[in-house]
């Protein structure tokens, strides 16, 4: 398993220190509560970090990362988080908006670190218990929580059949090219060794990254796929487990793997060091082959997936799903997350407390359709409780998967849950408090106004809650389409970092996407009321 370190937190000075596994077995139960990362986590994590902001003029000062308290520090202003964010989906915060200018005050610090954990979800990240105050207290285990889910967006990237056409070759008989195109990216990575695995006439056949990797061999088997040359099967004649993980680790560079891994993290069959290994080595050589005329069909057919407005909505609800904290659900694919029903009705559960019972809905309803449809036709009975517009859809689209029925199911349920949250406003209303928010006539007609396009209206909402915060030489007229990009991502990354959780792209407020825009004005709404709160 390799060195595990224990944390010692005191309940009562919050003073954090590392223990040895034999101090720590001598400590009376009680006193403490534990926290246990594996050491080589953290040694990858910060030669992760070193390696993709070493060029970064705004975090150079705190690199090289060397141990858990340079990390701890690096993080506290939030500047390092933002910048690894950017690293793993460029121009997701605004950097326009991050506080740069030392010393920050602890306020300041406070609000990058919302930009970050709120930008973090946007582009992902499931983040529960994780707030400033936590990351300022340096909550070791909470930062490194962070750390690696924004680590894994960035490795994982250019793991799909958008970006390596040639993931086409892992495709199962029955599956159609859409179905690849919502593959998640680890189950690309191991449906990619086992297609090297099969070349190489073995056996084997893994189903995770997990424990099947530890010993090495059947990463010996890929690389020598890849890279007979370089990568040749001589490790496979060494008996000692970490020497043969040392001689993995080596080819790999001569393959263009950075080495961030060391053979005793390898070694140890732990899912977080095999994923960062076997993203490297993929993007590095993948070893995948398809026709020139293959790659254009395949090419084509992602863009068009790309132009399709569905697909954005489906990735923005599936943010919004994954923001709530359900337990256990990470919903990668929404309309094959949703068919059993189990998913939509935690998600209705959440929303409102104890509309769901448990007596009403098969709990491992598998791939039986008929439970299936049973769950979906007990989502729609909830929802209808709630006079959730429902109209056309059943049990059976939901267990379909029908792609436009669910997308309208999930929009009612995020709307619900905007609006239930500035308690139980309607749009009407929300117009009618943002216009007397902004106090400048005519004001907007409702959130598909056109004037709403040049972000400058939201802004002065923005401002109307906290005038400070908004630079107002940065803000443009937004004559043409630069302008107008650029006021939007200032005004996204201005909500976040006041605390606004929202999901909506700088192109939703382009555009005028009345649904998003209902969402953004509910968000900065309860912003508005949680400060009045406040002050009370």
């Not at 506080?99 to 300041?108: A, D, G, H, V």
Request: hydrophobic content about 45%; glycine content about 6%; charged content about 25%.
């Amino acid at each position: 398993m390799g060195l595990i370190m224990e944390k010692k937190e005191d309940s009562k000075t919050g003073k954090i220190t590392a223990y040895t596994e034999q101090e720590v077995s001598k400590e009376k139960a009680g006193f403490v509560v534990y926290h246990s990362f594996v050491a080589d986590e953290l040694t990858t994590f910060l030669a992760f970090i070193n390696d993709i902001l070493k060029d970064d003029v705004d975090v150079k000062a705190s690199l090289p990362l060397e141990n858990e308290d340079a990390l701890i520090n690096a993080c506290k202003d939030g500047i390092l988080l933002c910048k690894m964010i950017n690293q793993s989906l460029a121009g997701t915060v605004d950097e326009r908006v991050i506080n740069k200018k030392t010393p920050l005050s602890i306020y300041q610090r406070t609000e990058n670190l919302r930009l970050a954990i709120n930008a973090s979800m946007a582009i992902g990240c499931h983040i529960v218990n994780i707030t400033p105050q936590s990351i300022l207290d340096g909550k070791l285990h909470l930062i490194l929580g962070i750390v690696w889910q924004i680590m894994r967006i960035y490795l994982l990237k250019e793991i799909n059949l958008k970006q390596v056409p040639e993931i086409i070759v892992l495709a199962e008989a029955d599956e159609k090219l859409e179905d690849i195109i919502k593959l998640p990216s680890e189950k690309i990575l191991i449906r990619w060794i086992n297609y090297h695995l099969k070349n190489a006439k073995q056996t084997i056949k893994i189903k995770d990254l997990g424990l099947e990797l530890k010993d090495s061999i059947v990463i010996t088997y890929l690389m020598n796929q890849l890279d007979p040359e370089k990568c040749d099967l001589k490790p496979l004649a060494e008996t000692d487990v970490l020497k043969r993980a040392d001689i993995v680790i080596e080819n790999s560079q001569r393959i263009g793997v950075k080495k961030f891994i060391r053979g005793t993290g390898l070694a140890q069959g732990n899912n977080k060091l095999n994923l960062v290994f076997l993203s490297l080595l993929f993007n590095a050589n993948h070893g995948l082959h398809i026709s020139v005329e293959k790659k254009k069909e395949v090419e084509k057919a992602t863009l068009l997936d790309d132009a399709k407005d569905a697909s954005k909505e489906e990735r923005t609800f599936m943010l919004w799903i994954n923001s709530l904290g359900l337990d256990g659900v990470i919903v990668t694919n929404l309309y094959s997350d949703f068919k059993d029903g189990l998913i939509p009705l935690k998600v209705i559960d959440k929303i409102w407390p104890k509309l769901v019972e448990n007596t009403k809905y098969e709990k491992a309803p598998g791939t039986n359709r008929f439970k299936m449809i049973a769950n979906g036709s007990y989502v729609i009975e909830c929802c209808k409780k709630q006079k959730i517009v429902t109209t056309g859809i059943g049990g059976q689209d939901i267990a379909d998967g029908k792609p436009t029925l669910v997308l309208g199911l999930v929009w009612q349920l995020m709307r619900a849950n905007y609006l239930q949250i500035i308690g139980g406003k309607t749009e009407d209303e929300l117009v009618t408090w943002a216009n007397g928010l902004v106090k400048k006539p005519p004001g907007i007609k409702n959130l598909k106004d056109p004037t709403l396009k040049n972000s400058k209206y939201l802004i002065d909402l923005l401002a109307a809650i906290e005038p400070d915060v908004i630079d107002w030489s940065l803000i443009k007229e937004g004559a043409n389409d630069e302008e107008i990009a650029l006021n939007a991502k200032y005004c996204i990354s201005i909500a976040r970092k006041l605390g606004a959780k929202i999901f909506l792209t700088w192109e939703d407020i382009k555009i005028v996407n009345g649904k998003m825009l209902t969402v953004f004005v509910a968000a900065i709404m309860n912003l508005y009321n949680e400060r009045i709160a406040a002050k009370k």
